[in-house]
Each structure stands twice: as C-alpha cells, then as structure tokens.
C-alpha cells in the first residue's frame, strides 16, 4: 500500500544551522513527491516537487530536496535556517488508484522549531 | 488567481447544530479535496471530486458528514448534527485534473477551524 513515512515528529535547530527532514515513502511505481509546509494557522505551501529527472530538485525559501530511489527516500535540506522556517512540514506522493485517479498521501508531519 | 478560498475562517456552534463549510476552488481546477487536521490523526482525506462527481468518499467518518459540488466553482461539506469530538482545522485543496499524476499538487485555502462546545 502507498504510504508515506516521516520519522522525526518534532525538530528544534537553532538559526543559522543546517536542517534536514526525512521522508520515505512506498508506492509501487515512479513516484511524484512533494514537500508542503504550514505556518500557525495557515494553509498548506508547496515548497518543491520532483517528478522526473535531476534527483537534486530546488524549492522556494532556500529549500531543495534530493529523491534517491534505493532508499526511497526524499529528504528536506536547507543549509541555513531562519527563524521564520519554524513550521510544520509535510511530505506527500501522488498515488494512482483504482479508476484511474490519482490523490496526495500525505506524512504525519514534522513540526521544526528554530532557536535564536 | 486568488487561490482556494474557504469560508468562514473560523466557526463555532453547538453540539447538535448543523455546520456548512464553503470552498471555491481554483479556476480552471478540475478536483477538489477536502481534508481534516487534528492533532491526533493530522490530516486525513475525506472526500475529493473530480468534475463535480465525487469519486472517493472513503475517508468520510459518518453519515453525519456530507459533501457537494453543485458546480466547478463551489464546494461544500457538511455536518449535521455536530459534535465535540468533530472540531477541526478542515481544509479544501484544489488541483488540475486528479486523473493526471502530473497534475496532482494540490493547492490549499487557509482552511477553516471548527469548534464544537
């Protein structure tokens, strides 16, 4: 069954360090991955998405995530983070299901906290 | 655009009372989501559309809960009677044409919180 995996529940850095978010995933096929964030009280953003090609994919806000097959995994990196990147972050793949319909499985989440 | 828009951003009933929560997806979007965020379960699809027909309602907790799409423009979902434990943050995502993998990023409104006493 398709599913998403985000290991880390909660993350506190402090500003100015680097971070990473995991997220594994299973589907069967070649996967659409996604990484959203949400802010307090808001909806959820897409940061970036890989479809195909370069495995190294670049997303807004100085995010980029790298898609490794072998590990089915599709990790979250940002070299320097702010104070303003403490949010929740999902990762998501796009799964087709019967009928020919394809919907997001989202991950629990990974809620980020930022030190000063 | 001006992207998913839901109302109202806030709502808070009695427990019993009926409650209508209302989406207008992206223009030219041929599928709409709708979702529930709770800190026990965090997000789960409960119903999508795709041109207007509902294809997926498995994710729908009761009978209690009901969604329509009278038109490409405008969703609603809701829930009657209302309980405590249904409080909320319920979003609506909008996306191209759910049956394209390519176009399966969906686009969020702001969501609206729900709170039944």
Known sequence: AQSVTQPDIHITVSEGASLE???????GATPYLFWYVQSPGQGLQLLLKYFSGDTLVQGIKGFEAEFKRSQSSFNLRKPSVHWSDAAEYFCAVGAMFSGGYNKLIFGAGTRLAVHP | DAGVIQSPRHEVTEMGQEVTLRCKPISGHNSLFWYRQTMMRG????????????????????DRFSAKMPNASFSTLKIQP??????AVYFCASSLNARRLMNTEAFFGQGTRLTVV
């Open chain 1, 21 to 27: 978010l995991r997220c594994n995933y299973s589907y």
């Open chain 2, 43 to 62: 997000l789960e699809l409960l119903i999508y559309f795709n041109n207007n027909v509902p294809i997926d309602d498995s994710g729908m907790p009761e």
């Open chain 2, 82 to 87: 209302s309980e405590p434990r249904d409080s």
